[in-house]
């Protein structure tokens, strides 16, 4: 382990208060013990934080005991934060971080938050993993590159000061300082992707490449450097905009598309909108970008509030002037596009499965699909079986999921037959009626305005 260099980038974090994420195992006890050893030295305040996931029962209490007893024998400030999750949440890991960010969001903020940061045990075996999890979601090379140094997360600064040193260096350490740790026994779960990534993956690319470990580490450290210099010219063209809400679309056009998603990201978090934006949303906007009209159009945004366009600029609003459901229509779509409230739906014939799907179109088996479909708002109470399921679920609930506020609703499509059962929210998820097949389909799609 490199500590001279790992002191050096420590120093500019000198009189600082370090919150540490202290789990227990061996990456973070490493870290724990490392920042004890320059805390006097740099002059640093040293608080341990414990987060209690309430997963694994008796297990998980006795790892926050073993935490516990560890700092108080090292006199070491701790703090032990439950947080209360259930195995059955779906997307359980994505909630995990979202909860573990708020909590840190409201330690850091009841200090000094100017001279406060908090310290993770990533290290470079974790951002190798996280690499090709991300490659495999179509992150960017931001994306692929985000577990890096020093990072601002919402209004929590973060630092790594383990992201270059590998697990084997952090565990000879431990045992050079003749120290024990816990072990996670979830940790070989394969079902949690980066467990799947560790434990079956990566020693499977190991053992056929011999060079595939330094590479691979190497590329990391190639696209953080590359990713910089994206971000680089991001900010330097955010520059023109920045403090603004009201934008021309004149700049959002002219923006390189490795640009546009950064910009709109730093745009909307100025604003107060903590959102990155997903591959629909960017979608949405750069389709939004043709529009020339002078009728104001909104982009729903996940998590409330709108993007309003039209008339060559775009804003951020909390709700639209009125909001207006989508009237009951009948479409016959063989007989061309449906215009309806600012939206365009569409249907063509095409063969077999695409490549990748989209948010933003379904396919259906043509020989299923009746020629008319009834164009409607969601009512509180519809339902529907989502594509891969087996029962219905209510609609509120994929709503909820997706983190759609409830005056963002109504402007979701649903397409439905004759008899109310409905096969497609447009934008947000389709049914299990009619499955694509091989042969001769029909896709739906829904213009980018919502």
């Given at each position: ?248 679309g004149a700049f959002w056009r002219k ?129 529907m079986v989502p594509f891969g399921a ?57 213009a980018n305005d919502i």
């Open positions: 382990m490199d500590f001279d260099k790992i002191r050096t980038e420590l120093a500019g974090y000198q009189g600082y208060t370090i919150y540490v994420g202290f789990s227990g195992g061996a990456d973070s006890t490493a870290l724990l013990l490392l920042l004890q050893q320059v805390s006097a030295e740099l002059e640093i305040e040293l608080r341990a934080v414990h987060f209690e996931h309430g997963l694994r029962g008796a297990v998980s209490i006795a790892d926050a005991d073993w935490c516990a007893d560890f700092c108080a024998l090292r006199g070491i400030h701790f703090q032990c934060i439950s947080l209360g999750l259930s195995k059955d949440i779906p997307n359980l890991e994505a909630v995990a971080r979202e909860k573990r960010l708020e909590q840190w969001t409201e330690v850091v903020g009841n200090g000094n938050s100017d001279k406060s940061v908090v310290a993770l045990a990533h290290h470079a075996d974790d951002r190798v993993e996280n690499m090709l999890i991300r490659l495999c979601r179509g992150s960017n090379v931001s994306g692929l590159s985000s577990l890096r140094f020093a990072v601002k997360i919402g209004e929590v600064n973060f630092i790594r000061p383990l992201i270059e040193v590998s697990r084997v260096a952090i565990i000879e350490f431990l045992h050079a300082e003749e120290i024990a740790w816990r072990e996670d026994e979830t940790n070989a779960i394969a079902e949690f992707t980066r467990n799947f990534f560790r434990n079956r993956i990566l020693p499977e690319i190991y053992l056929q490449l011999e060079y595939a470990k330094d590479g691979m580490k190497h590329a990391a450290s190639a696209l953080t450097i590359d990713a910089d210099f994206i971000e680089q010219s991001a900010n330097a063209s955010y520059s023109e905009i920045i403090s603004q809400n009201s934008t021309p923006l390189h598309p490795a640009l546009l998603p950064r910009i709109l990201r730093y745009w909307m978090n100025d604003n107060g909108l903590n959102i990155i934006p997903d591959r629909d949303l960017v979608e949405r906007f750069s389709g939004s970008l043709k529009y020339a009209g002078h009728e104001a159009r909104f982009i729903p945004l996940r998590r409330g509030g709108f993007i309003q366009y039209g008339s060559d600029e775009y804003r951020l609003v909390k709700k639209q002037p009125t909001t207006v459901s989508i009237p009951e229509t009948v479409w016959r779509w063989r007989d061309g596009s449906l215009e309806i409230d600012g939206m365009t739906l569409t249907a063509e014939e095409v063969s077999g499965l695409p490549e990748k799907f989209t948010h933003s179109s379904a396919i259906f088996d043509a020989g299923l699909i009746p020629d008319e479909l009834i164009i409607c708002s969601w009512q509180s109470g519809d339902r087996h029962s219905t679920v209510k609609l509120k609930k994929l709503f909820t999921d997706r983190k759609i506020s409830a005056e963002n609703r109504s402007q979701y499509p649903i397409i439905r037959l004759a008899g109310r059962k409905i096969i497609w929210v447009a934008g947000l998820r389709r049914s299990n009626f009619a499955p694509g097949c091989a042969g001769k389909n029909i896709r739906i799609s829904i």
